[in-house]
């Protein structure tokens, strides 16, 4: 039986290209392009390389506004099987409780699911939080943080990046990845899965697909709130100039203020 | 499993009381973002006159609990058990959970480690609940008991302050490295309620299979930080800069594409996808001044730039800007501290 995965990815402003407006402080969206998450672009490919050995089927699960199915397609011609776009006014505004909600409630109705697989953090709302949440909402295991991940006689074996070394988890599915930026080469689409793509098209689901109450979804589901947004204060530095010949009144100055040590071995 | 079901405003919100921190170990001993969120946690916690308690999961916790006083530390909760000797995602965060349900906690911190991110969603979702990611600023309104969760958002230009007014506790994970360490000290009181647990076979549904630990070195304990970028142009450049560490008592960092080309290991990175640094002396060789590394070594007491481009961006972020070759100014630097260290050791044997 093939297995069953799912991939988790949004569609978010191209980092490079975002402006934040000068006066109302937020995100001017309107000038950047829409572009795959980076992260769920290796997360994607981690599914894929587990598909090009085993055999798989790859839906594709994203919440976002409609163009979001641009972002479902191409990873459709990547090699992605089903792309599920959930769409509906009600969704807007989520912090991370709702957006896991509401994933949530669309894996669990597509039905069986093997591995699910999410990028490490958004370049948007950078919170790596949606991942985990919906694991525990689906009560599943998760491995996180992986640079690696293979499929092996039935278990899911990741290498997880810690801050002091790699961790090597074995899970039994269904279980939860997430996978690090940049840990992988995103294959590219082709030209034959991208025109199968089209062809196959993308599914919209609403809120009533989903068949959970609105106030549980969006901004009205979130226990999070922003109260206020305010430009970072960055510390006034001098940028005094130094030439490369005053570089020894610099090291004087610096060792007078004890910045540097002129630890002397005393006899 | 907490099912799929919606996060649910808190009823008697006053009941909820006391600061939660979760610790985490590793080799029996805390570590040091979990030591700073202990410092953060007292903080607020004096502020309203409530508790810091500390949660512990894991295995023999005795000397970790031990350890979790003396940084300040009022109450250590531990769940305690061989099957929790590992970091195990749900039985881990089923005890979190379960000691909030019975302790009522006002506010939940943890420190936004990978280990730390990966529970802190899940121990939310179970106590139906927000939890604010990555803070940097963390405070407490001293009337409402409200917690303000302020985190870096569009490239770190901007804090968003976040509350959570209506649902219990109030959680958020903490920038490692951004917080104080606490002083410890002996004799302090603390409170020990560890209890040996019987986990749930169900739970255990992963098993960690190997760890290939980092080399031991770790950047952010050092008072002086040398670091360089492409503007290097080779490997040799980090010898260079070596020797200049070496005569600071410093150790070298790195900007991420220095990095990525093969010119250093990745143990050196500074910036958003590697460590912040905080040093007293930051020296930047070679470095553009690019907005990912500038958040790694911005809260430096003292910051050199060396950079060829007079318009570089690193310039405004420097106290000293010394715009000319690095293969001018750094052997100049190591010639004069040379100079001074000599001079000193004359004037001592005279
Ligand atoms: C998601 C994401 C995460 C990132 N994370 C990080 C991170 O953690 N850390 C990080 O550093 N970057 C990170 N980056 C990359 C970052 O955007 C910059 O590309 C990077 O910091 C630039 O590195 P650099 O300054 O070494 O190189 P460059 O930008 O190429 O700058 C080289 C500098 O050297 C100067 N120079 C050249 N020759 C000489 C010479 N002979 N003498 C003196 N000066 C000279 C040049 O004038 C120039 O200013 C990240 C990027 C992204 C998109
Ligand atoms: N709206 C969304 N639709 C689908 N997946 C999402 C969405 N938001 C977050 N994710 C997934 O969760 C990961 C972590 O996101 P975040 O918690 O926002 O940093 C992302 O890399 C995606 O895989």
Not at chain 1, 209 to 219: D, K, Q, R, S, T
Not at chain 1, 233 to 256: D, H, M, N, P, Q
Not at chain 2, 26 to 51: F, N, Q, Y
Request: net charge negative; aromatic share 4%; charged share 30%.
């Amino acid at each position: 039986m093939a297995l069953e995965i799912v991939v988790m990815i949004k569609q978010v402003p191209d980092s490079q290209e975002v402006e934040i407006d000068p006066v109302t402080k937020t995100l001017n969206r309107m000038k950047a392009r829409n572009v795959l998450n980076v992260a769920d672009e290796n997360a994607l490919e981690a599914a894929l390389i587990i598909k090009d050995r085993a055999e798989s089927h790859i839906t594709i699960v994203s919440m976002g506004p409609p163009m979001a199915d641009e972002a479902i397609l191409e990873c459709m011609g990547k090699g992605a099987d089903r792309g599920i776009l959930l769409t509906d006014r009600a969704f807007a505004g989520a912090d991370t409780y709702p957006t896991g909600l509401t994933l949530a409630a669309a894996i669990t109705k597509l039905g069986k699911f093997d591995i699910i697989f999410a990028g490490e953090e958004t370049s948007d709302s950078s919170t790596g939080h949606v991942g985990p949440g919906v694991a525990e909402f689906l009560g599943i295991e998760q491995i996180t943080y992986t640079r690696s991940v293979r499929f092996e006689d039935g278990n899911v074996i990741g290498e997880r990046e810690l801050e002091d070394g790699i961790e090597i988890v074995r899970a039994r599915p269904p279980v939860l990845i997430t996978v690090r930026l940049g840990s992988n080469i995103p294959r590219r689409q082709t030209l034959r899965k991208k025109i199968d793509a089209i062809k196959t098209g993308v599914e919209t689901w609403t809120l009533q697909n989903l068949g959970i109450p609105a106030e549980w979804v969006g901004f009205k589901g979130s226990p999070t709130v922003v109260r206020s947004m305010k430009t970072i204060k960055e510390k006034e530095r001098a940028a005094r100039k130094i030439t490369v010949s005053e570089i020894g009144e610099l090291v004087k100055e610096l060792a007078g203020n004890g910045v540097i040590k002129m630890e002397v071995e005393q006899q | 499993m907490t099912g799929l079901i919606n996060a649910v405003p808190t009823d008697k919100p006053e009941e909820y009381r006391n600061v939660f921190v979760f610790l985490e170990t590793r080799k029996g001993a805390i570590v040091k973002s979990s030591l700073e969120m202990i410092g953060i946690g007292k903080e607020i916690a004096e502020k309203v006159k409530e508790k810091l308690v500390c949660i512990l999961v894991g295995n023999d916790l005795a000397p970790m609990a031990k350890e979790a006083g003396k940084y300040g530390c009022d109450k250590v909760l531990g769940a305690e058990s061989p099957d929790l000797e590992d970091f195990k995602t749900m039985p881990y965060a089923h005890y979190a959970a379960q000691f909030i349900s019975e302790e009522k906690p006002n506010i939940f911190l943890i420190a936004a480690t990978h280990d730390g991110r990966d529970l802190a969603s899940r121990i939310a979702v179970k106590s139906r609940t927000g939890v604010t990611a990555d803070c940097t600023v963390i405070d407490i309104d001293p009337n409402e008991r409200i917690l303000l969760a302020n985190r870096p958002v569009y490239g770190e230009s901007t804090l968003a302050e976040i509350l959570c007014k209506n649902h219990r506790p109030q959680m958020a994970t903490a920038r490692p490295g951004v917080f104080k360490v606490p002083d410890a000290q002996d004799g302090r009181n603390c409170e020990k309620d560890i209890r040996r647990v019987r986990v749930d076979p169900d739970l255990i549904r992963k098993e960690i299979i190997g760890f290939r630990p980092k080399v031991e070195f770790d950047i952010t304990d050092a008072d002086i930080v040398v670091s360089g970028g492409l503007g290097l142009g080779k490997k040799e450049g980090f010898q260079v800069l070596e020797e200049l560490a070496k005569e600071l008592g410093g150790v070298v960092g790195a900007s991420r594409p220095a990095v990525d080309v093969g010119w250093i290991d990745r143990d050196h990175q500074v910036g958003q996808t590697g460590r912040v640094v905080r040093p007293k002396l930051y020296i930047a060789a070679g470095i553009s001044g690019k907005a990912q590394h500038i958040v790694g070594m911005k809260q430096s007491d003292i910051i050199i730039a060396i950079n060829s481009d007079p318009d570089a961006e690193i310039a405004k972020y420097s106290d000293y800007f010394i715009n000319d070759d690095v293969y001018a100014a750094i052997p100049e630097l190591i010639k004069e501290i040379r100079k001074l260290k000599g001079e000193k050791e004359v004037e001592i044997s005279t």
